[in-house]
Protein backbone atom coordinates (compact mmCIF):
# COMPACT_ATOMS: atom_id res chain seq x y z
CA UNK A 1 0.00 0.00 0.00
CA UNK A 2 1.30 3.43 -1.00
CA UNK A 3 1.77 6.20 1.59
CA UNK A 4 -0.47 8.16 0.37
CA UNK A 5 -3.02 5.42 0.50
CA UNK A 6 -2.35 4.58 4.14
CA UNK A 7 -2.32 8.14 4.65
CA UNK A 8 -5.90 8.63 3.68
CA UNK A 9 -7.47 5.40 5.45
CA UNK A 10 -5.77 6.76 8.33
CA UNK A 11 -7.54 9.92 7.99
CA UNK A 12 -10.59 8.62 7.11
CA UNK A 13 -10.51 6.04 9.80
CA UNK A 14 -10.30 9.16 12.55
CA UNK A 15 -13.28 11.06 10.93
CA UNK A 16 -15.23 8.03 11.19
CA UNK A 17 -14.17 7.40 15.18
CA UNK A 18 -15.14 11.33 15.82
CA UNK A 19 -18.23 10.95 13.96
CA UNK A 20 -19.19 7.87 16.04
CA UNK A 21 -18.61 9.77 18.94
CA UNK A 22 -20.64 12.60 17.87
CA UNK A 23 -23.39 9.86 17.22
CA UNK A 24 -23.05 8.47 20.96
CA UNK A 25 -22.71 11.52 22.99
CA UNK A 26 -24.84 13.52 20.97
CA UNK A 27 -27.97 15.15 22.53
CA UNK A 28 -30.12 15.63 19.66
CA UNK A 29 -31.29 12.62 17.78
CA UNK A 30 -31.21 14.28 14.29
CA UNK A 31 -27.51 15.17 14.97
CA UNK A 32 -26.90 11.45 15.91
CA UNK A 33 -28.36 10.29 12.88
CA UNK A 34 -26.74 12.25 10.73
CA UNK A 35 -23.55 11.67 12.42
CA UNK A 36 -24.20 7.48 12.23
CA UNK A 37 -24.59 8.47 8.46
CA UNK A 38 -21.69 9.79 8.16
CA UNK A 39 -19.62 6.84 9.51
CA UNK A 40 -21.38 4.95 6.70
CA UNK A 41 -20.20 7.13 3.93
CA UNK A 42 -16.24 7.45 5.37
CA UNK A 43 -16.75 3.79 5.06
CA UNK A 44 -17.65 3.97 1.94
CA UNK A 45 -14.79 6.39 0.63
CA UNK A 46 -12.36 3.86 2.42
CA UNK A 47 -13.44 0.83 0.91
CA UNK A 48 -13.20 2.68 -2.52
CA UNK A 49 -10.00 3.42 -1.43
CA UNK A 50 -8.98 -0.15 -0.59
CA UNK A 51 -10.35 -0.95 -4.16
CA UNK A 52 -13.83 -2.69 -3.30
CA UNK A 53 -16.15 -0.51 -5.36
CA UNK A 54 -19.19 -3.23 -5.24
CA UNK A 55 -18.48 -2.91 -1.44
CA UNK A 56 -17.96 1.01 -1.37
CA UNK A 57 -21.61 0.91 -3.71
CA UNK A 58 -23.30 -1.00 -1.41
CA UNK A 59 -22.08 0.44 1.42
CA UNK A 60 -23.12 3.98 0.12
CA UNK A 61 -26.67 2.89 -0.89
CA UNK A 62 -27.55 1.30 2.25
CA UNK A 63 -25.60 2.36 4.96
CA UNK A 64 -25.45 5.70 4.45
CA UNK A 65 -28.27 6.42 1.87
CA UNK A 66 -31.69 4.12 3.13
CA UNK A 67 -30.46 3.58 6.61
CA UNK A 68 -30.03 7.14 7.08
CA UNK A 69 -33.93 7.95 5.25
CA UNK A 70 -35.34 5.13 7.29
CA UNK A 71 -34.19 6.73 10.92
CA UNK A 72 -35.92 10.18 9.71
CA UNK A 73 -38.87 8.72 8.18
CA UNK A 74 -39.42 6.39 11.79
CA UNK A 75 -38.29 9.93 13.73
CA UNK A 76 -41.18 11.66 11.89
CA UNK A 77 -43.63 9.08 12.87
CA UNK A 78 -42.80 8.60 16.67
CA UNK A 79 -42.58 12.30 17.08
CA UNK A 80 -46.24 12.52 15.11
CA UNK A 81 -47.60 9.92 17.35
CA UNK A 82 -48.97 8.11 14.66
CA UNK A 83 -47.71 4.80 15.22
CA UNK A 84 -50.53 2.63 16.15
CA UNK A 85 -50.28 -1.32 16.99
CA UNK A 86 -52.87 -3.25 15.67
CA UNK A 87 -55.40 -4.66 18.13
CA UNK A 88 -57.11 -7.23 15.68
CA UNK A 89 -57.14 -10.18 17.77
Known sequence: MSDLTLMLA???G???IVA???AISGRSLPIAILASGLVSLFASVLFLILAAP???MTEAAIGSGL???L???VLGRVRRG???VDDHD
Open 10 to 12: GLL
Open 14 to 16: LAM
Open 20 to 22: ALV
Open 54 to 56: DVA
Open 67 to 69: TTF
Open 71 to 73: FFF
Open 82 to 84: SLE
